[in-house]
């Protein structure tokens, strides 16, 4: 059987597999990014072998020899130095005076051999285990061709086969794949934060945003939303984009409460509110209705799909009781089943798993069983007095079902599920949280985003209950209004009053990477606005006081691109620089 023919598939998955066992995570990340979400995904990816790109071009470098030591008759000739894949001169450790040096290198200079270097770090950021990183000047000058002899004698560390390939033998531990790219502290300095406003398309919708979605595993198709309009846009890199009005309402009675995708991205969710009654209305990607679902008795305040199947919770309040209601998009029944009633406004709700649902309110977070039907089997009262728990996030890990709430006038966080409480986590209200999307069965990370100008990352270790904030990141005194984590949990974004922070929290002290500003002078008028009226008014839902400006932010599918809504304005960033 023949082998496939090599794609840039291949090839990039070696470099990616060889840069991440090297140690150059940002490399690795920076790679992958430009390349393919999640490269552990390929059909091939099982079948590759610790080292495959360092044998592969082994291989290929004794192909090169063998072939340039025949003539055209198939006879064997003498090779000149000329023929050597890599030229006639030797690469030594130690670099020669007059050639290429690299930053590390140019720290210092021998003494007693004026213009010949001293290394003064391990190749590829790792010291050989029981030395020192600087080796002696022997063994600096000790040039390849050497070491590979000398490397390739039995009972040294790196044996190599008959073929010349790195060993596969158990001496060598098969380093694992850093799936999330994660840094070694070898890693260079952080650069100067990169300007993203160059890289910024402008949409303007004409009414204020306040939901910004991307449609799941599709990095063309973004929609906003506000109370008085919905809109999808389809984007391209040779044209405009083009919007599709799906919802254009005039103020009055009926107003867009909030909207969602389903998992797969093949319908769209739209609430809307007429006289504290709510309508659910599903639409294509084109844009087009394609069902009307049954009339709720309250508002809708949060509609949530479920990663792995078509069933939609909907929470719906009015006044201090809600309901919680599921829709199988699959049976279309013809009414709602029976919904779980709880006593209290509920705030927010997250799917756990397949089969838990949490949701936060006043003084309490519940647990809800979802199969056919959505029951209340748990309830946690608040180990704070009077607490209000607006947000909530959760993560299903293989060993820990984990909720997370914060409350926004509190400025505390409690993970209900593991009895931690983190109380004055801020010194101003809470906005917001996310949960990492790189977890293991221990550990998870989490950042909290506040009015303080700070986002601080969290580090849960769920077995014995504790937790490390590692770090504390600024935006420059700006509130932090809301934010997330990338889809593949590279980057971390926070969106201000007028712009945007972007840091990589893989790096040590976490990495300012980028920022935006915006140059709307309606975001002016609107910060000047809201100074002039204050900080006394009416709380809302999400701990936001009327008079604060909203910010809507959202990832891409690939991580590649955000939708920033601000005011009557959406900007769609571009971060693939």
Not at 16 to 30: C, I, K, N, P
Not at 360 to 384: H, M, W
């Amino acid at each position: 059987m023949a082998q496939p023919d090599l794609t840039s598939h291949h090839v990039n998955y070696l470099i990616w597999r060889y840069l991440q066992e090297a140690g150059h995570g940002d490399a690795a990340v920076s790679l992958q990014r430009a390349w393919f979400p999640d490269p552990q995904t390929l059909p091939f990816a099982p079948y590759i072998k610790t080292h495959a790109l360092v044998s592969l071009v082994q291989k290929g470098l004794q192909y090169h020899e063998l072939e340039s030591s025949l003539d055209k008759e198939g006879n064997r000739k003498s090779i000149s130095p000329s023929d050597y894949f890599f030229g006639p001169e030797p690469f030594e450790i130690g670099a020669k005076a007059g050639s290429v040096k690299s930053p590390d290198e140019a720290v210092g200079t021998d003494q007693d051999s004026p213009g010949q270097l001293v290394r003064d770090r391990p190749v590829n950021g790792h010291a050989e285990p029981g030395k020192d990183s600087r080796k002696d000047e022997t063994d600096s000058d000790e040039s390849m061709e050497d070491k590979a002899q000398t490397e390739s004698q039995p009972g040294t560390p790196d044996h190599m086969d008959e073929d010349g390939d790195v060993s596969m033998a158990e001496e060598i531990p098969e380093l694992p794949t850093l799936e999330n790219g994660e840094s070694s502290s070898v890693q260079i300095a952080p650069a100067k934060p990169i300007d993203l406003t160059p890289d910024t398309a402008l949409l303007n919708p004409d009414n204020h945003v306040t939901h910004t979605l991307w449609r799941p595993r599709d990095p063309t198709v973004v929609v906003g939303a506000g109370d008085l309009f919905c809109s999808l846009w389809k984007l391209s890199m040779s044209s405009e984009p083009v919007e599709k009005k799906i919802l254009e309402l005039k103020k009055g009675d009926t107003s867009v409460s909030t909207v969602a995708w389903d998992a797969i991205g093949e319908k769209l969710a739209v609430a809307t509110c007429t006289d504290d009654r709510g309508t659910i209305t599903m639409y294509n990607v084109n844009g087009e209705a394609v069902d009307l679902l049954p009339e709720v008795p309250r508002l809708i305040t949060g509609l949530h799909w479920a990663t792995g199947s078509s069933q939609l919770v909907v929470v719906a309040s009015n006044h201090n009781v809600s309901e919680l209601a599921l829709w199988d998009d699959s049976r279309r029944p013809d009414v709602f089943p029976p919904p779980q009633i709880i006593e209290n406004h509920i705030y927010d709700l997250a799917w756990c798993g397949p089969n838990l649902a949490f949701a936060s309110g006043d003084g309490a977070v519940y647990q809800c069983e979802v199969d056919n039907s959505i029951r209340l089997i748990k309830t946690f009262p608040s180990p704070r007095e009077n607490a209000t728990w607006e947000f909530i996030r959760c993560v299903q890990t293989e060993s820990h079902s984990v909720a997370i709430v914060a409350s926004g006038l509190s400025a505390s966080l409690w993970i209900p599920t593991h009895d931690i409480l983190i109380p004055n986590a801020h010194k101003d209200r809470i906005t917001g949280i996310d949960i990492s999307p790189q977890f293991d069965r221990h550990r998870i990370e989490f950042a909290s985003f506040s009015a303080d100008g700070k986002v601080k990352v969290w580090q849960v270790n769920l077995d014995i209950k504790d937790y490390t904030n590692f770090h504390q990141l600024s935006l420059d005194s700006n509130p932090a209004i809301t934010g997330s984590f990338s889809p593949d949990g590279y980057a971390l974004g926070a969106a201000s009053n007028d712009g945007l922070f972007i840091w990589n929290t893989g790096h040590p002290g976490g990495n300012l990477m980028s920022t935006w500003t915006a140059t709307s002078p309606e975001v002016k008028k609107e910060e000047a606005d809201r100074m002039t009226n204050g900080h006394n008014g009416h709380h809302g839902q999400n701990g936001y006081s009327k008079s604060d400006p909203h910010r809507a932010l959202s990832w891409d599918a690939d991580g590649k691109r955000l939708a920033y809504g601000f005011d009557k304005q959406m900007a769609i960033i571009n971060l693939q620089r």
